[in-house]
């Protein structure tokens, strides 16, 4: 077994209910901003929001497990990056879509739907191409992964505060527009904190692993928006939506990623150390593929022939 393997991460399992409180208020934060319109959208248009997840939770796990083949990562890192892979959209997306002048209702609407779907895809597509892999399979047995007792977690992580979120934007609109940035920045700033202070607590192994942790994060990154833009390409998306959904499947919920590894996998070093880093690096890719993209004016798609 690899050295990685055996590490664990140091975490006071005091603050774990902490962690689990923040990502719910980060996913009531973002909620606050949904409405059910957002979901009925994919009935209205539904190629876009389809290719779009396909991308996110078929093509991206698929292409992540061929990844680990060809890269041969320690074990635990191998199930970090398939556990980011099987994870919803992140959080920044949708400032991201805009920024990037891309279809941003899209990005929002792939948000909510992703969001949703999760609850069973992100423990499926885990348990689904760990197991295929033998060496993480291997981890699963150990910690005796149970896909229903993942499930019930991610909903209640994810699904349950949406819901409320939902329901508060709906029922006190007023007070939602006057809370509801203020509970997102800090939201998403404490639990940037935790993040720092996960990596700070563990820096020498963090050290010891830098430079294959971020030669595997670099093309895992890339790998994730490449597939989110050409998905939508070779399915005939004009530009517009190929950013959003480039960005919706390069940008993951890192942030879940990391409450799931230490609550079901006890801190496992490899796979927290590249699921942290991914949320930090995310950022620094989103924002760059971002800037290039808000520079240049996507091409109005022309009207069909009649």
């Known amino acids: 077994m690899n050295e990685m393997d055996l ?7 005091q603050s774990l209910w902490a962690l689990n409180f923040i990502i719910g208020l980060v996913m009531f934060g973002v909620a606050l901003d949904l409405k059910v319109s957002d979901f009925k959208a994919v009935l209205v248009t539904p190629k876009p929001v389809l290719i779009g997840l396909a991308g996110q939770f078929i093509l991206l796990p698929a292409f992540t ?23 919803p959209g992140g959080n920044i997306s949708n400032f991201l879509a805009h920024y990037a002048r891309g279809n941003t209702a ?16 992100t423990p499926l597509n885990l348990s689904l ?3 295929l892999n033998p060496e993480t399979a291997k981890i699963l047995r150990i910690v005796a992964l149970d896909p229903l ?10 699904g349950l505060p949406m819901a409320v979120g939902m329901w508060t934007g709906r029922r006190f609109p007023n007070f939602v527009e006057k809370v509801h940035k203020p509970v997102k920045i800090f939201s998403l700033a404490v639990f940037g904190l935790f993040v720092i202070g996960a990596l700070a607590a563990n820096w020498r192994y963090f050290l010891d692993f830098v430079g294959f942790v971020v030669f595997a994060v ?13 998905a939508a390409k070779f399915t005939g998306l004009p530009e517009r939506d190929r950013r959003a959904v480039s960005i ?18 006890d801190g496992l070093g490899g796979m927290a150390i590249v699921t942290a880093w991914w949320g930090i690096w995310h950022i620094i890719s989103g924002l760059t ?8 004016e996507p091409p109005i798609p022309r009207p069909l022939s009649q």
Not at 7 to 13: D, E, T
Not at 78 to 86: C, E, P
Not at 218 to 230: C, D, K, S, V
């Open 7 to 13: 590490v664990r991460l140091n975490f006071n399992p």
């Open 65 to 87: 497990f061929l990844l680990v083949l060809a890269i041969k990562p320690a074990p635990s890192i191998a199930l970090g990056m398939m556990l980011v892979a099987a994870c």
């Open 106 to 121: 899209l990005s929002i609407t792939m948000t909510a739907i992703s969001t949703a779907v999760a609850i069973v895809m």
């Open 129 to 131: 191409w760990g197991s």
């Open 149 to 158: 007792d993942m499930l019930l977690a991610v909903f209640l992580l994810l």
């Open 218 to 230: 670099f093309l895992h990154n890339a790998l994730a928006l490449l597939t989110g833009y050409f």
């Open 248 to 265: 919706e499947v390069g940008i993951q919920n890192s942030a879940l990623g990391l409450i799931l590894i230490f609550n079901f996998f």
């Open 289 to 296: 593929v971002a800037t290039i993209w808000s520079r240049k």
